[in-house]
């Protein structure tokens, strides 16, 4: 009877929360989440248990926190994205600077340079390969099987040895 109380103490408490306040819990849980490895421990599960809220506003609740940890996600890999070029203008600007020096170390005939922090040197690449007509069939590797085709045989309705359709898995969409 006391527990029955208490829960709906809290219930009654928790619909008294205001917007902001149901975002800072929410925050702090998602908080939790992400100092968790994104992991949803017994813990952080507790602290959402322990809001007493109907299914329908769990529900609500997740939906919240998804939806900030897509954002979070979203930003995550403009932020990658953004670092991936600055890398990649990095290795252009160290590739023209090798260029350079090369360059200059052929036109002064020097092979070697040796300095305190590093020794640069010209050396000779290993050779590469280039076709130059058709390749004969037992030069090539075996291709690659028709994965598209094989699919729409086994939706077909036709039995394969070598193949079987995998039942999907099921997913929660968020609209």
């Known amino acids: 009877m006391a527990d029955a109380m208490q829960a709906e103490a809290i219930t009654s408490a928790t619909l008294k929360l205001s917007l902001m306040e149901i975002v800072e819990h929410f925050q702090s849980v998602l908080d939790e989440i992400d100092a968790a490895d994104g992991e949803v421990t017994e813990e ?3 602290k ?3 809001l007493g809220l109907s299914l329908e ?3 609500e609740g997740y939906a919240v926190i998804i939806g900030l940890l897509e954002e979070q996600a979203t930003a ?3 932020l990658a994205k953004r670092y991936s070029e600055r890398a990649g203008r990095k290795e252009r600007q160290a590739k023209a600077l090798k260029e350079r020096l090369l360059l200059a170390m052929q ?3 020097r092979k070697k340079i040796e300095t305190d922090t590093a020794t640069l040197a010209i050396q000779k690449s290993p050779a590469s390969l ?4 058709p390749v004969p069939v037992e030069y090539c590797k075996p291709a690659e099987p028709d994965t598209s085709f094989i699919k729409s045989k086994l939706v077909d309705g036709e ?3 070598f193949a079987e359709l995998e039942t999907g898995n099921v997913h929660l969409r968020i609209r």
Do not use: N, P
Not at 130 to 133: D, L, S, Y
């Open 44 to 46: 952080t599960g507790a």
């Open 48 to 50: 959402l248990d322990a």
């Open 57 to 59: 506003a769990k529900g």
């Open 76 to 78: 995550s890999r403009g």
């Open 107 to 109: 036109a002064t005939g």
């Open 130 to 133: 280039r076709i130059t007509g």
């Open 159 to 161: 039995s394969l040895a």
